[in-house]
């Protein structure tokens, strides 16, 4: 430790003794001043001496966790400080789950022809796909086109009225489930961390994917559990796309952020519900990479044009990583996106994206709106790709802050190719774990574009990057993870070892704890702070 770092730690005083040298020099002393005396004087003076010492460095451990310290403590304060946050009040299920039943039988009477469309692969996934190729790729009759279109048109006019008194109050909806759920365990985690005070509904399918102990650790952050099984029929639910939908529309929630499991916020997003792009339409979509890549016969199909057309082809598209609904102002164009996710494994996903990359539920929501003529902001600014820190490998996309119009800021790291969990990180043997299986992780699979920034303790963001848009998510990232590796329901003493090791030689935090003979130690009840 430098000298700099010592007072900017310590204060005015450039060399104050660490614990462990403070408890070597009075043992010393005690020694050399007890020399010769009677063994039960020695014991009695003994016990005084380690009676001071624990006092002392209980006192050490207080002021380094005090208020007015610059450290960023592992205990953190902001798991401390959530804990306050109501939880969100419980859906009324019955209700619910009635009018779900109403509009399901509305979308069984009106399904789309044919049932099923052909998903074809396109000549190249690496280019975009030529004007001709779109308009040839996938075929529809002009009698099932027109039974289509005849049964949308029927489906937007059978959509229930906004259901008053089911919705209230805003907060953050969160998939999880299987492999999801580490995700969400860092996701969450993050969201506490850059300071959201939002009640959050984290959503699984069945009772089979919950976990009630993590779900009892939530529910003390203002986190509750929600199963789509006590609302609807799960087996309905042939692709994992389809879930989206539900936990948004059976969440209490009437205004919502959306974010998918993987979706790491790198700045506060609760400004976004006070922004003038959600307060003046309602709904906050964000871009994707490309422009639309949908059938001709999409528009003719769902209204916007009076026969097959490329009206849509220069929309941006959009990626639904998150997303912000108002149920309220947008009820039906909900409802209508439900029905295209009914149908999307079959037909809408194929209708929409062609197969093209994007396949899924993530153009319903804007087919929805513009179908129904309703109003959505679009961020305006490009997202930006992330890249592992001296290579060409990706992480995910950096998407915009959209308080923030006049210029591009990110908010949210939506991590669909380096997915952020402690056990995908840092497992050993978690492949032949029969309940939580885990494929190889990057610590041990050599061929991970991560392996050596995880072995070698290195950053996995670049710096240069992260100065640039004046940001520094990762060790707050790694935070969070320690508090899953060590203190929470999913803790295990070899990866709260090797995550502690590695903020530790990566970032500069300084672990300390009660007993522990070593700095690397596998319990949970250690504090720690960066240095600087």
């Not at 005084?48 to 380094?64: N, S």
Request: net charge neutral; proline share 6%.
């Amino acid at each position: 430790m430098s000298a700099l770092q010592t007072m900017t730690i310590y204060g005015d005083d450039p060399d104050p003794p660490p614990p462990t040298h403070l408890i070597r020099n009075t043992l010393r002393k005690i020694r050399r001043f007890h020399k010769g005396g009677s063994p039960r004087q020695q014991i009695v003076v003994l016990f005084g001496w380690l009676l001071i010492i624990y006092l002392v460095f209980r006192l050490q451990r207080y002021l380094l966790s005090g208020p007015s310290s610059p450290f960023l403590l592992c205990e953190t304060p902001t798991h401390e400080q959530s804990h306050h946050i109501v939880l969100p009040h419980s859906p009324n299920t019955e209700s619910l789950s009635r009018t779900w039943k109403t509009l399901q039988a509305i979308y069984d009477a009106h399904p789309p022809q044919p049932l099923e469309l052909t998903l074809k692969s396109f000549k190249s996934l690496s280019d975009f796909p030529n004007l001709e190729d779109i308009k040839n790729h996938t075929h529809i009759s002009k009698e099932d086109a027109e039974v289509t279109r005849n049964n949308h048109v029927q489906v937007t006019k059978k959509l229930l009225p906004y259901p008053n008194g089911l919705f209230s109050g805003q907060g953050i909806v969160m998939l999880a489930g299987g492999r999801y759920t580490g995700f969400a365990t860092t996701g969450l985690g993050m969201l506490r961390e850059v300071g959201s005070k939002l009640p959050v509904e984290i959503w699984v399918k069945d009772h089979e994917e919950e976990n009630d102990e993590w779900c009892k650790e939530l529910a003390n952050e203002g986190i509750a559990c929600r199963r789509l099984s006590d609302f609807m029929d799960t087996k309905l639910l042939e692709h994992g796309y389809q879930l989206k939908i539900s936990s948004i529309f059976f969440s209490s929630f009437e205004q919502i952020l959306f974010l998918d499991a993987d979706n790491v916020p790198v700045r506060n997003p609760d400004g976004i519900f006070k922004s003038k792009a959600f307060t003046d339409t309602g709904v906050i979509l964000w871009p994707d990479y490309w422009t639309h890549t949908g059938a001709p016969l999409l528009p003719y199909i769902v209204g916007l044009s009076d026969a097959a057309s490329e009206v849509l082809r220069n929309d941006q598209t959009a990626e639904s990583g998150q997303l912000m609904w108002d149920k309220r102002r947008h009820w039906k164009a909900l409802c209508l996106a439900a029905y295209y996710n009914y149908y999307g494994p079959q037909h809408y996903y194929t209708l929409i994206s062609q197969g093209w990359a994007g396949w899924g539920d993530k153009d319903t929501f804007t087919i929805a709106l513009q179908s129904l003529r309703q109003d959505f902001y679009m961020v305006p600014h490009k997202l930006v790709t992330l890249f592992v820190n001296g290579s060409s490998s990706g992480i995910g996309m950096l998407q915009a802050d959209p308080t923030k119009p006049a210029a591009y800021e990110p908010m949210f790291l939506h991590s669909n190719i380096i997915k952020w969990s402690i056990r995908g990180f840092f497992c050993s043997g978690c492949a032949n774990d029969e309940k939580d299986p885990v494929a190889l992780s990057a610590w041990e699979n050599a061929g991970s574009s991560i392996n050596s920034h995880l072995k070698e303790h290195r950053r996995i963001f670049s710096m240069e990057h992260m100065q640039a848009m004046q940001i520094d998510p990762e060790p707050l990232i790694w935070k969070s993870f320690e508090h899953v590796a060590c203190r929470s329901v999913w803790k295990r003493p070899d990866l709260c070892n090797r995550t502690r090791e590695h903020m530790e030689k990566t970032f500069g935090y300084e672990f300390y704890g009660d007993g522990r003979s070593s700095n690397l130690g596998g319990g949970g009840d250690q504090i720690c702070h960066r240095v600087g």
